[in-house]
C-alpha cells in the first residue's frame, strides 16, 4: 500500500476526535453517492397566499425578515463566501473579493451578516441581549484552524439563535440553490410552516442532499459556497440539536453513507469479518484484498467519520489534522 494512504489522520466531528485512514477517507469520498431529489408534499398556503412577507408574519417571525429581502443575489453570495479569508485571530477582521473589489470586513460585522447569534460581549439587538466574542466566532468559522472544543459551541438555550439558524439555513443554502432572485422557494415555506407547527422534520436528510448536490464535482451548476459555509453548516446543526421542532438524526446520516459505501461500523464490521472468514473464505490467502484491507483497521480507523463524505474537499482540509508533515491534502 502506498505509504502516504496508510497514514491515519485525526478529525474533529462535534468537538469528539476521530481517527481514520486516509485510504479509506479517499475511498470512501471517491465512491460517494449522489442523493437523490427530496418528495415532499406541500402544506396549503393559500392563506399565505405564497406571499413570502406575509408568511413570516403569520408565524410571528417578523424579526426574519429582510429590507428588503430581494436584496440577496446567489452570486454576489458565492463571491462573499468563497473569497472569504483571515487576517489572523488577533486582527480581529476578515477579507473577501467580490467582482474584484477588496473589502474588510470585522468579525463582529461578519457575525451580523451571518446571522450568527454573538456570545461574550454584552450588546443590545432587537430588544435582546447578546454576547459577544471574538475567539469564539472566529473559532465558530473555522477560519483560524482551532479545533472545536465543548466550550466554543454557541449557547443553543433560547429560542432567538435557533430560529435565526434555521433562517440562515434556509437564506444561505436553499436561496442560492434556487440561482435565482426569489427569497424562499415552496420547500424552504414548508420547513418553516413544519418547524412552526412543531412537527418533526428530518433536517440532517436535507443538509445530506444539499452536500450531496454540490460536493459532486461533475455538478454543472456554480458552487454556492466555498468550504467555509460546509462547516459553518455543520456546526449550526450542533445548534438544532436542542430545537425541538427540528431533529438532525445524524446517525441516520452517517448510516446512510455507509450503508451506500458498503462499510458497517465497529461491531456490525467484526461480525460480518468473523462470519466470513468461517463460513465463506476457509484460506485468509483467498481474502479479497479490499476486505483484508477493512479487516486490517484497528478499532479507531472505522469510518465513523462517513459523513463527511457528503462534503466538499475543503471540509477535510480545515477539520483533518495531518498527523506528520508528510501527509498530503486530499485535494491535491
Known amino acids: 500500500m502506498n505509504r502516504v494512504f496508510s497514514q491515519t489522520f485525526t478529525g474533529y466531528l462535534f468537538s469528539e476526535p476521530i481517527s ?28 399565505y397566499g405564497l406571499d413570502v412577507g406575509d408568511f413570516i408574519h403569520n408565524l410571528g417571525w417578523d424579526f426574519l425578515l429582510l429590507d428588503p429581502p430581494s436584496l440577496i443575489c446567489p452570486e454576489l453570495v458565492q463571491y462573499f463566501y468563497s473569497n472569504l479569508r483571515s487576517f489572523g485571530l488577533q486582527s480581529r477582521c476578515f477579507s473577501t473579493v467580490v467582482y474584484g473589489h477588496l473589502v474588510t470586513i470585522p468579525v463582529p460585522e461578519l457575525a451580523r451578516i451571518l446571522n450568527i447569534p454573538p456570545v461574550g460581549e454584552v450588546l ?12 469564539i466566532s472566529a473559532e465558530f468559522l473555522q477560519l483560524t484552524g482551532i479545533h472545536p472544543g465543548p466550550a466554543t459551541f454557541l449557547p443553543v438555550n433560547s429560542v432567538m439563535p435557533r430560529l435565526r439558524a434555521l433562517y440562515f439555513v434556509i437564506t444561505r443554502i436553499f436561496l442560492p440553490r434556487t440561482q435565482s432572485l426569489d427569497i424562499i422557494l415552496p420547500l424552504d415555506l414548508w420547513i418553516m410552516a413544519h418547524a412552526a407547527a412543531g412537527i418533526p422534520l428530518d433536517f440532517s436528510y436535507l443538509l445530506f442532499e444539499v452536500f450531496m448536490t454540490y460536493g459532486d464535482s461533475s455538478f454543472p451548476g456554480p458552487l454556492p459556497f466555498g468550504p467555509l459555509i460546509t462547516q459553518l453548516i455543520i456546526r449550526l446543526g450542533i445548534s438544532f440539536t436542542s430545537f425541538h421542532t427540528v431533529q438532525p438524526s445524524w446517525v441516520f446520516l452517517i448510516d446512510q453513507v455507509l450503508d451506500e459505501l458498503e462499510i458497517s ?68
Open 265 to 332: 461500523n465497529e461491531g456490525e464490521m467484526d461480525a460480518a469479518d468473523t462470519e466470513e472468514d468461517e463460513d465463506e473464505v476457509d484460506d485468509p490467502e483467498e481474502v479479497p484484498e479490499d476486505v483484508a484491507e477493512a479487516a486490517g483497521n484497528d478499532d479507531d480507523d472505522l469510518d465513523r467519520f462517513g459523513a463527511a463524505v457528503v462534503m466538499p474537499g475543503g471540509f477535510s482540509r480545515r477539520l483533518v489534522d495531518y498527523s506528520s508533515d508528510e501527509s498530503v491534502s486530499l485535494a491535491d
Open 20 to 47: 481514520f485512514s486516509r485510504h479509506r477517507f479517499a475511498l470512501a469520498y471517491e465512491n460517494r453517492p449522489i442523493a437523490t431529489p427530496i418528495h415532499v408534499h406541500l402544506p396549503d398556503f393559500v392563506e
Open 124 to 135: 443590545a439587538h432587537e430588544s435582546e441581549l447578546w454576547r459577544y466574542n471574538f475567539d
